[in-house]
């Protein structure tokens, strides 16, 4: 270490990881001696943190949370990445836009010249979420996750009353949502954030139940697609489109996959939450195209093609109707 305050930094920065340290452990990784650790240690307690000392053999230190904030000491890249997580705040979907650039604006105040360049250099351009959400809804909900109680809250315009265990906040898209038990229904469920009212604490604790697929992320992206698992959509099939590869390819969502088979066709793989929603999408390329399977696919295209025929019949006959009474 070159100096008292790069070590205190270090020191600090490793103290944060929320761990007990050993005494030898900690003075090894910042390359110093007990003694210049303890030292660093007493000039930290000194600027505010609680720095507690551990009983054994070897001793050691934690951090512990303090009833005021002490002076905040940052590293390079945290630093520049709390700058950047305020920049784009914005998109987030919460509506935070306003604190959030004056805490970027006083963060890059304290910044040394090197970081405020790199910082600068970040021209990020952001919108709001499709619908904010109201920081005291997404804290209640969140601290109602983080304490296991069931949470009561209104929900849409009427604000039909719902009781849930709640299990995650999930952000997706721009929108919060709210993965949960719902008690009435007795299912999971996924609520936006953004169309909850919650009600006053009921301080019931309730047992987390095990989230299908282990992970609310993902269990939100598969409810997305129609899925009740995987995040995989429950209908996938494969087409030849006659058109370049080049020309369908900005429109694709990103899990689907395109083989060029020439200069003006390429073969398509994609998903959706229904066959005829996924032959639907087909259609959607505006070209002719093939179906090569499955056979639930090549059923449900011949499906939409007799609905779409029935639909351009009955808009002719409404158009003769018109022009027949136009007369």
């Known amino acids: 270490m070159s100096g008292p305050s790069s070590r205190m930094l270090?020191?600090?920065?490793?103290?944060?990881?929320?761990?007990?340290?050993?005494g030898d452990e900690l003075a090894g990784r910042l390359e110093v001696s007990p003694r210049t650790l303890r030292r660093d240690v007493d000039r930290l307690r000194g600027l505010g943190y609680r720095v507690e000392a551990l009983r054994g053999p070897a001793g050691g230190y934690r951090l512990a949370a303090g009833a005021d904030l002490p002076p905040l000491l940052f590293d390079d890249d945290q630093?520049?990445?709390?700058?950047?997580?305020?920049a784009v705040a914005p998109a987030s979907g919460a509506d935070i836009a306003e604190s959030a650039a004056r805490a970027l604006a006083t963060v890059r105040q304290v910044m040394p010249a090197r970081l405020r360049t790199r910082v600068d250099a970040i021209d990020a351009v952001t919108s709001a979420g499709r619908t904010p959400v109201d920081p005291e809804v997404l804290v209640a909900v969140s601290e109602a996750v983080h304490l296991g109680e069931v949470l009561r809250f209104g929900y849409g315009p009427d604000e039909t009353p719902h009781r849930v265990e709640p299990h995650a906040v999930v952000a997706r898209n721009?929108?919060?949502y709210l993965l949960d038990w719902d008690l009435d229904r007795d299912d999971w469920r996924t609520h936006r954030v953004d169309r909850i009212t919650p009600r006053m604490r009921t301080r019931v604790p309730f047992t987390p139940r095990p989230v299908p697929g282990g992970h609310p992320a993902a269990f939100v992206a598969a409810r997305f697609k129609g899925s009740d698992r995987e995040d995989v959509w429950p209908c996938t099939g494969t087409a030849v489109l006659e058109v370049p590869a080049e020309t369908v390819a900005p429109y694709l969502p990103d899990d689907a996959v395109l083989e060029p088979l020439g200069p003006d066709r390429c073969r398509l793989t994609r998903?959706?939450?229904?066959w005829e929603g996924l032959a639907a999408a087909f259609a959607g390329a505006t070209a002719d195209f093939t179906v090569e399977g499955p056979d639930e696919l090549r059923a449900a295209t011949a499906v939409l093609a007799e609905r779409l025929g029935r639909a351009s019949v009955s808009d002719a006959h409404a158009c003769v109707r018109s022009a027949s009474g136009n007369r």
């Open 271 to 274: 998903g959706s939450w229904s």
């Open 10 to 22: 270090a020191l600090l920065s490793l103290l944060q990881v929320h761990r007990d340290w050993p």
């Open 79 to 86: 630093a520049v990445a709390i700058a950047i997580a305020l």
């Open 174 to 176: 721009g929108r919060w």
